[in-house]
């Protein structure tokens, strides 16, 4: 695979695939059902979370807002060919910063990182408005070196940063921790 295609492959998976699945980090569970009886919609159907996001075409990352489970969420994909790299960014305050927000997070920490991330906090400023401090958790993984063409790889990496996604919202909420500046 030449460069070209490797940029063209990255940005397909940014804007469509994750964009699209992350989606579902905000679904209904469904009413009970016996063995046999029908199912029901389909994910894609009931997949509630809101999502946009920002890229440019080539660059190798892309920043989405996911509005789920009553709350925004600011979160970076870098998809660097054969590493993922996702960033989650938590408002900062005088009783918010790294140091007293991993600790709180030790168990999500913990589940993401039985599933091969590894996991770092530091306090940071936006990257737009250097009087707004944040705190960002950064999610480290390394990719197949086939990731970009492999249907079955990206469909175990994708679900598994929605269900990463998913438990630190709820770990968030579960600690009341408020992910977005409007909170």
């Not at 009970?32 to 890229?55: D, M, Y």
């Not at 660097?80 to 920490?109: C, G, H, K």
């Not at 929605?162 to 500046?181: D, I």
Request: net charge neutral.
């Amino acid at each position: 695979m030449g460069l070209e295609e490797a940029r063209r492959l990255t940005t397909a998976f940014l804007t469509g695939p994750m964009a699209e699945v992350l989606r579902s980090v905000d679904y209904p569970q469904p009413d009970w059902r016996r063995p046999g009886e029908p199912l029901g919609e389909r994910l894609e159907q009931v997949a509630k979370a809101e999502v946009t996001l920002r890229h440019v075409p080539g660059a190798s990352d892309a920043l989405y807002r996911v509005k789920a489970l009553g709350e925004v969420l600011s979160m970076k994909v870098q998809l660097n060919v054969w590493r993922f790299v996702i960033v989650y960014t938590i408002p900062a305050s005088e009783l918010v910063d790294a140091t007293a927000m991993a600790p709180r997070f030790e168990r999500w920490q913990t589940g993401a990182a039985h599933a091969g991330w590894t996991i770092g906090w530091r306090d940071a400023a936006d990257p737009w408005d250097h009087d707004r401090r944040q705190v960002e958790v950064y999610c480290y993984a390394m990719l197949p070196r086939d990731f970009l063409m492999d249907p079955l790889a990206q469909l175990y990496w994708r679900t598994d940063i929605v269900q990463m996604t998913r438990g630190f919202l709820l770990e968030a909420r579960r600690l009341g921790v408020l992910l977005s500046a409007a909170g």
